[in-house]
């Protein structure tokens, strides 16, 4: 089964369908939302209640467009939209960090590059906690989901010049929490 054939199902009431999409789904779903929240419990819910909203609402999903930026955009804005009414600063948990900065830890040469690593790691979750709700979500837009200014924009319903300045602004900070003021 794939994609589109699991939303034709479930568009004719089959919940084998939605079951696919979960199990395909699932793990970025939630790893998207804990990246917003922070609260492992908090990201099970709003990935549970997206679901619930598409399977409600999947009548109205256009099939000619992929399913799974659909899926991520929804649970992030279903996530920031649970930060924003908790209105409370979230920090990262050691799996997230991992997920985030493999990359980094996979160029790691040395002990004191590991280290450094995870210095840097601690540094930048700390700073990412620190961030508005508004200012952590662009920030995963734009580098987790690896959406454009543009997509952001339309996702959002926020003008391309607001969401430039909402990254340039949390860039701006994260460099100030981290001690990199200035440098690019």
Same mark, same amino acid.
């Given at each position: ?12 009431? =089959? ?8 199990? @395909? #789904?699932?793990?970025? +779903? *939630?790893? $998207?939302?804990? %990246? !917003? ?55 990262? =948990? ?8 493999? @990359? #980094?830890?996979?160029? +790691? *040469?040395? $002990?004191?590059? %590991? !280290? ?69």
């Amino acid at each position: 089964m794939d994609d589109s054939l699991a939303i034709q199902k479930l568009k004719k009431g =089959d919940i084998s369908g939605l079951e696919y999409l979960i199990t @395909r #789904y699932q793990d970025r +779903a *939630l790893r $998207t939302a804990v %990246l !917003i929240l922070h609260d492992d419990a908090l990201a099970e819910d709003v990935v549970q209640d997206t679901y619930l909203r598409i399977y409600h609402r999947i009548r109205y999903f256009d099939e000619n467009q992929p399913f799974e930026p659909y899926l991520m955009r929804s649970v992030a804005n279903a996530a920031l939209n649970a930060a924003e009414k908790a209105s409370r600063h979230i920090t990262l =948990d050691e799996e997230t960090e991992q997920v985030i900065l493999e @990359r #980094y830890l996979q160029k +790691a *040469l040395t $002990t004191e590059d %590991l !280290i450094e690593y995870a210095q840097l790691k601690r540094e930048i979750f700390s700073a990412l906690g620190k961030l508005k709700p508004r200012e952590r979500m662009v920030i995963i837009d734009r580098y987790y989901l690896e959406m454009s200014e543009k997509e952001m924009a339309t996702e959002h319903s926020i003008p391309t010049g607001t969401i430039k300045w909402l990254l340039n602004t949390a860039r701006h900070k994260l460099r100030k929490f981290i001690g990199v003021e200035g440098e690019e």
